[in-house]
């Protein structure tokens, strides 16, 4: 009888033994490895990041650069300017030691780690580089597109749809006071095209009326109207050209709503000669 009660009492220890192992293998392979693998109806990331940028000369001193990203799908990056000197901000500026050529690496990486890389060189000269500020209509205050003694400081509504490209904001002018003005330093005697981005409405008869003049005597260089884009669903580029006055030092560039609701987006200006 003795030995029956032992067998009964090794044969409960072992089945309790099993019945708390299959619970912790049951609580293991339901919890612990479940964020190991995709959640139900999930789809893999086929959307990854393109490193991508541009840069600009400041209009004070030509040895500073303003970098502004341009990569599409990222949320972080990291800049190396040679020489050891990196940053980690999206549109740094950075101060280089004289005139050259200098090549500049941006590493873009999205939310999952995946990263792009591009590398660019960056032409440093001593010489007047025309460039709006707040071109990609991000800025805040919105204090560069106002105007001077116009009484604002935010002439334009901000706007995401239809969706800006390259991740630039847009303008949007829907009464008339709404405005884009800003003047800038440009080089005397030169022909430069300005481009922009723009979507309208399609009915009305202009999507504003673009003004560009000699900001100290009010020549005009260009005054027209801005023709209708001919969908109002996604943005059009375009692009105007013109010649400064001998004398010129500051150039005006100005937009009035002209009855019309557009949004305005990524503006930029080259020197053609």
Same mark, same amino acid.
């Given at each position: 009888?003795?030995i029956?009660?032992?067998?009964f ?6 089945? %309790?033994?099993?019945?708390i192992t299959?619970s912790f293998v049951?609580?293991?392979g339901?919890?612990?490895?479940r964020?190991d693998?995709?959640?139900?109806? @999930?789809? =893999? ?9 541009? $840069?600009?000369?400041?209009? +004070?001193? #030509?040895?500073?650069i ?8 990222? /949320?972080s990056?990291?800049?190396?300017f040679g020489g050891?000197?990196?940053s980690?901000d999206?549109?740094p500026?950075?101060q280089f030691?004289?005139e050259?050529? #200098?090549?500049v690496t941006?590493?873009?990486?999205d ?5 792009s890389?591009?590398?660019?060189d ?10 709006f ?8 205050p ?9 009484? +604002? +400081?935010? @002439? $334009?509504?901000? /706007?995401s ?13 829907? /009464? ?5 003005d ?9 022909? $430069?095209?300005?481009?922009f981005?723009?979507? @309208?409405?399609t009915?009305?008869?202009? =999507?504003?009326t673009?003004?560009i ?5 009010g020549?005009? %260089?260009l005054l ?5 884009t001919?969908? =109002?669903?996604?943005y059009v580029?375009?692009s %105007? @050209? %013109?010649?400064?006055g ?8 100005n937009i ?9 987006s990524?503006?930029?200006?080259d020197?053609?000669?």
């Open positions: 009888m003795k029956k009660q032992n067998i009492r090794k044969t409960t220890l072992l089945l %309790f033994s099993i019945v299959s049951g609580c293991v339901s919890d612990t490895f964020d693998l995709p959640d139900s109806n @999930s789809k =893999a990331d086929t959307i990854f990041p393109e490193a991508n940028f541009d $840069y600009t000369a400041d209009q +004070t001193d #030509f040895t500073i303003n970098f502004t990203d341009l990569s599409t799908e990222a /949320s990056y990291l800049w190396d050891g000197e990196t980690t999206r549109d500026t950075f030691s004289g050259g050529t #200098f090549p941006l590493v873009s990486s939310g999952n780690g995946v990263t890389t591009v590398t660019l960056v032409v440093v000269v001593d010489e007047l580089v025309a460039a500020q707040c071109p990609d209509f991000l800025c805040d919105r204090t560069p597109w106002a105007g001077v003694d116009r009484g +604002t +400081t935010s @002439s $334009y509504s901000a /706007s749809s239809p969706t800006p490209p390259e991740d630039n904001g847009a303008a949007k002018l829907s /009464s008339s006071s709404n405005f884009l800003q003047s800038i330093r440009v080089v005397s005697g030169a022909t $430069y095209e300005i481009t981005w723009y979507v @309208s409405k009915t009305g008869t202009s =999507a504003g673009l003004l003049e000699d900001a100290d005597t020549d005009d %260089f027209q109207e801005i023709p209708l001919d969908q =109002a669903s996604s580029q375009t %105007f @050209s %013109f010649t400064t001998d004398d010129t030092e500051n150039m005006r560039f009035e709503y002209a009855g019309t609701e557009c949004r305005f990524k503006i930029s200006i020197r053609l000669n």
